[in-house]
């Protein structure tokens, strides 16, 4: 196997593995696991969760405010050897990125380091969620970097596996769908920042808000990023109910805007890429029903773990659509110098 086709199947795997590690990581905080192990990057100091009389002894006195609870624990040790795994893959990646270069040249080396660099970063945002003792500020930026590499690695896999399109489109196309793209992940980051301050049920009721159509909601707490400062521990949250409406109102506000771009994206895909364009529609729906059933059915673990998967999904759909548009672009670009140079040379 060549070091180019290695690197393809890599990437892919990659992909796959830091979903994995998205699942995980959202059935960890909804779990209230987020804690379950006090420190980083062991627990209670150990490489795996204490279970014998003396490990669970030394434990105890090494964390005497936080008990053990070997179920929660576990699933924390879980999500970090996945994440761990994954990072090793990606810098694995990028040695075999270096070889490829070297054996074939046009290989995307550094796309693989800005991976590899995210990565890092999304690495140390782990270990500030747990020696910060999940700080809202820090959880949302765990997540959000957990995104940003998503949308990388498959990227960079689109690269390798997709032919340029030739169908007709612009530069300006291709910028519109950008700015969706970041109005999508700005609605996941917003996303983040409600269960990090744990306001998914600060609205109980669907389509009202407490019976109401505006509730009473503080905006300024709510997204006043710098005024909470770290605590001794954020596991349930500490801000006020009005502040955690407005985080909630805004994040269904934000699902309306992000779905009617969206969607508007899908039909104008719809003739380019069909089967894109519907993946995109179904996505998008799905997705809207699951945040309902997360506020209807008060926020089942299953139900918003899958909220949580669906919206790396439609990402990722995003992603090939704006590859796909920035390919035949940049290819149309490339046909009109051609035809400008055979016209006057």
């Known amino acids: 196997m060549s070091s180019k086709d290695l690197l393809r199947r890599l990437s892919f795997l990659a992909f796959a593995l830091v979903i994995v590690v998205i699942a995980l ?9 987020g804690l379950g192990c006090p420190d980083w990057p062991g627990c209670y100091g150990f490489l795996t969760v204490p279970s014998s009389v003396d490990q669970l002894t030394l434990a105890q006195a090494r964390f005497p405010d ?6 929660k624990g576990w699933l924390e040790m879980i999500h970090r050897y996945a994440a ?18 070297a054996e074939a040249g046009q290989i995307p080396l550094g796309h693989v380091l800005a991976i590899c660099l995210v990565m890092s970063l999304q690495a140390a945002f782990g270990m ?18 957990g995104v940003i590499t998503l949308s990388l690695l498959y990227w960079l896999w689109l690269r390798q596996v997709l032919l340029p399109s030739e169908f007709s489109t612009s530069w300006p196309a291709f910028i519109g769908i950008a700015l969706v793209a970041l109005i999508l ?8 920042w409600l269960a990090a301050n744990y306001s998914s049920l600060a609205c109980p009721d669907f389509p009202t808000c407490q019976g109401q159509w505006w509730p009473k909601a503080d905006f300024k707490q709510g997204f006043d990023f710098g005024q909470q400062s770290i605590g001794p521990n954020y596991l349930g949250g500490l801000m006020s109910g009005e502040g955690r409406i407005a985080i909630h109102l805004m994040h269904r506000i934000g699902a309306l805007v992000c779905a009617v771009a969206i969607i508007s994206v899908a039909v104008y895909m719809f003739k ?11 996505l998008v729906c799905l997705q809207c029903l699951l945040g309902v059933a997360n506020v209807v059915l008060h926020v089942p673990v299953l139900v918003a773990v899958f909220h949580n998967l ?13 590859y796909v548009v920035w390919s035949a672009s940049k290819r149309r670009g490339e046909s009109y110098v051609f035809h400008f140079r055979s016209q006057y040379h």
């Open 25 to 33: 990581g959202a059935y960890t905080r909804l779990s209230h696991a």
């Open 66 to 71: 936080a008990p053990v609870e070997s179920s």
């Open 84 to 101: 761990g795994c994954a990072l090793l893959l990606v810098f694995s990646m990028l040695a075999v990125a270096k070889r490829a270069q």
């Open 128 to 145: 500030w969620t747990v020696t910060l003792k999940l700080w809202p500020q820090i959880v949302s930026m765990h997540l959000l970097f």
């Open 185 to 192: 992940l700005s609605q996941i980051a917003l996303g983040g």
């Open 272 to 282: 380019r890429r069909r089967m894109l364009a519907l993946r995109l529609i179904i």
């Open 310 to 322: 669906l919206a790396a999904s439609l990402l990722a759909s995003m992603v090939e659509t704006l």
